[in-house]
T-cell receptor, first 116, second 118 residues
Framework: NAGVMQNPRHLVRRRGQEARLRCSPM?????VYWYRQLPEEGLKFMVY????????ESGMPKERFSAEFPKEGPSILRIQQVVRGDSAAYFC??????????????FGSGTQLSVL | AQKVTQAQTEISVVEKEDVTLDCVYE???????LFWYKQPPSGELVFLIR??????QNEISGRYSWNFQKSTSSFNFTITASQVVDSAVYFC???????????????FGKGTKLSVKP
């Protein structure tokens, strides 16, 4: 069974470019979560999606960031006009049920975004 | 407010020593879940344990054990006879049922970096 797959593993962008991070959840999982890990910090929740729906984006910056989880294909976290402060590790996680049942999250290996 | 505090930023031990990683949490909810995740140098997060707020029994899994005490809002993690492969960053996390604003919102501590030297 493949785990949560994230690509690319490393992404380098120059200021002002767009970054697209992809996440394929575990088979059978319809709930996807994105977290960001800044250096020396724990993970911070960004957004929670189900297929074709954003359920909670309370942790997403209001500008430049967007996420989707289409009916077919991976979930995409998109960052437009990246700035140096966006440099971080971005983790995707999935679960078969909603978290309020205390379900554990299965995490991917993350995408390390570096903005030059 | 919900919060997870891991006061130990880094710990260094010699192989075979026992080590305890501390985790203190704050929550307004009566129903919540606590987790420990391990992040080895390769970067992925590995689930270790989940505990709900109604189950205060301590748990042991091989060399790992967890001590959950609601009275002190702590969920500490002990590794017995540590090994070099235990070297990683360990995160404690909290999930609330009713508060916290969002489903799927795991609140993480800043992590404790454990280095086990041979």
């Amino acid at each position: 069974n493949a785990g949560v797959m994230q690509n690319p593993r490393h992404l380098v962008r120059r200021r002002g470019q767009e970054a697209r991070l992809r996440c394929s959840p575990m088979k059978g999982h319809s709930h996807v979560y994105w977290y960001r890990q800044l250096p020396e910090e724990g993970l911070k929740f960004m957004v929670y999606l189900q297929k074709e729906n954003i359920i909670d984006e309370s942790g997403m910056p209001k500008e430049r960031f967007s996420a989707e989880f289409p009916k077919e294909g991976p979930s995409i976290l998109r960052i437009q006009q990246v700035v140096r402060g966006d440099s971080a590790a971005y983790f995707c996680a999935s679960s078969p049920f909603v978290m309020d049942r205390g379900e554990k999250l299965f995490f991917g290996s993350g995408t390390q975004l570096s903005v030059l | 407010a919900q919060k997870v505090t891991q006061a130990q930023t880094e710990i260094s031990v010699v192989e075979k020593e026992d080590v305890t990683l501390d985790c203190v949490y704050e929550t307004r909810d009566t129903t919540y879940y606590l987790f420990w995740y391990k992040q080895p140098p390769s970067g992925e997060l590995v689930f270790l344990i989940r505990r709900n707020s109604f189950d205060e029994q301590n748990e042991i899994s091989g060399r790992y054990s967890w001590n959950f005490q609601k009275s002190t809002s702590s969920f500490n993690f002990t590794i017995t006879a540590s090994q070099v492969v235990d070297s990683a960053v360990y995160f404690c996390a909290l999930s609330e049922k009713n508060y916290g604003g969002s489903q799927g919102n795991l609140i993480f501590g800043k992590g404790t970096k454990l280095s086990v030297k041979p």
